[in-house]
Structures are given as structure tokens and as C-alpha cells.
T-cell receptor, first 111, second 112 residues
Framework: QKEVEQNSGPLSVPEGAIASLNCTYS??????FFWYRQYSGKSPELIMF????GDKEDGRFTAQLNKASQYVSLLIRDSQPSDSATYLC???????????FGAGTTVTVRA | DAMVIQNPRYQVTQFGKPVTLSCSQT?????MYWYQQKSSQAPKLLFH???????NEADTPDNFQSRRPNTSFCFLDIRSPGLGDAAMYLC???????????FGPGTRLLVL
């Protein structure tokens, strides 16, 4: 599996603030990028995916992709205590339907 | 609702005693995956099936085996669990050409 790097955190933000999560990947040929949220003791759940350079917004979440820099980020606006979780970045390796996951960034939203 | 189901949710086994974890899906997805996830680590892909075709990761120990008797079910067999095999085991599915993987709730395995 290819390398996917994330800041481990924890990232602590006050309620209502913006949480910014970063992810870098090693395989320049990667085409698809995913963000999953994982609550403690639970399984990952998909937040959003992005395929093209630029920004993609879904509610309070914005994914940003820069393939030239091999960088994908996730912004969480108006952070809520319920956003406290570990966020996993995942990158598709190519054409074999496998994802490489980062170890995740743990976010804590302070009320 | 269409979903991925894993049983049991918690499994306690003894060192060296074989254990089987199961996964079923009502999504009619072609691909089923098994991941191992230890605390604060990335999910580690063990193997996956594309329909009946089995794909093993190069670094998956021989102690781990899998069966997929039909589209809906997939099993993970751990032949002789060691203490280091204690982890969360995640089953996921996908339907190419879509690449999104959908996860079941996981089975937490404890080895005594």
C-alpha cells in the first residue's frame, strides 16, 4: 500500500471554530480521495470524496485537493462537539479498487 | 436499509483457538474487504474479493484466511490467534466503478 500521512493531533478547537485537517500522499498517480470519520470504538463512515483539483463543499465540510502538491485537506466549519472524532484520509491506489488509509487525525471540539 | 453487517460485534478467544468472523451485505456489492485496525493506527487491508476472485495482500500472515461462499457473505478465519491479533476487524464493500467503500460496524477481537 502507498503512504498516506496525516497529522496525528490531537487537534483541539473551540465550538464554532474551523477545524483544518491535512493529508499528503506519496503516489502521484492517485486519482480519488476520501475522508472518513471514525468515532471511538466505531467503524469509519464516509464524509465525502473528491476527484478533481479544487474545493468541494458538503454542508459544513469542505474538501480541498491539490494533486500537484499531493495534498488533500478537510475543513470543518462551525465545529460542533459531535464532530469530535478521528478523521481518516484515504487514497485510491489506482485501478485495483483498494484504498490506502492514513492513521487519522483526532479532533476534539471544546464546548 | 441496505447495509453491511458484522457478527459478532465482540469476540473473545483463547490464544491459539481458531476463530471465525462473519460479514454480510445487502448492498449487492461486488467487492468485499477485510481490514485489521489497531488502536490509533490506520486500517490495514488484509485481503479482498472481487466477486469470487481472492486478492491477498503480500504482508498478510498465513494465519489469516478468508472465504466468500456467495455474493452476500464473507468470512475471516484466524487459524491460531496470537496476542498480537487483538484488534478491530472491519469488513467493507464497494461496487466498481464506484470506489467508495462502505464499512460494517466492526468486530472487536480480544485474545486471552
Amino acid at each position: 500500500q502507498k503512504e498516506v500521512e496525516q497529522n496525528s493531533g490531537p487537534l483541539s478547537v473551540p465550538e464554532g471554530a474551523i477545524a483544518s485537517l491535512n493529508c499528503t500522499y506519496s503516489d502521484r498517480g492517485s486519482q480519488s480521495f476520501f475522508w472518513y470519520r471514525q468515532y471511538s470504538g466505531k467503524s469509519p463512515e464516509l464524509i465525502m470524496f473528491i476527484y478533481s483539483n479544487g474545493d468541494k463543499e458538503d454542508g459544513r465540510f469542505t474538501a480541498q485537493l491539490n494533486k500537484a502538491s499531493q495534498y488533500v485537506s478537510l475543513l470543518i466549519r462551525d465545529s460542533q462537539p459531535s464532530d469530535s472524532a478521528t478523521y481518516l484520509c484515504a487514497v485510491n491506489e489506482g485501478n485495483d479498487y483498494k484504498l490506502s488509509f492514513g492513521a487519522g487525525t483526532t479532533v476534539t471540539v471544546r464546548a | 436499509d441496505a447495509m453491511v453487517i458484522q457478527n459478532p460485534r465482540y469476540q473473545v478467544t483463547q490464544f491459539g483457538k481458531p476463530v471465525t468472523l462473519s460479514c454480510s451485505q445487502t448492498l449487492n456489492h461486488n467487492v468485499m474487504y477485510w481490514y485489521q485496525q489497531k488502536s490509533s493506527q490506520a486500517p490495514k487491508l488484509l485481503f479482498h474479493y472481487y466477486d469470487k476472485d481472492f486478492n491477498n495482500e503480500a504482508d498478510t500472515p498465513d494465519n489469516f484466511q478468508s472465504r466468500r461462499p456467495n455474493t452476500s457473505f464473507c468470512f475471516l478465519d484466524i487459524r491460531s490467534p496470537g496476542l498480537g491479533d487483538a484488534a478491530m476487524y472491519l469488513c467493507a464493500t464497494s461496487r466498481p466503478p464506484e470506489e467508495t467503500q462502505y464499512f460494517g460496524p466492526g468486530t472487536r477481537l480480544l485474545v486471552l
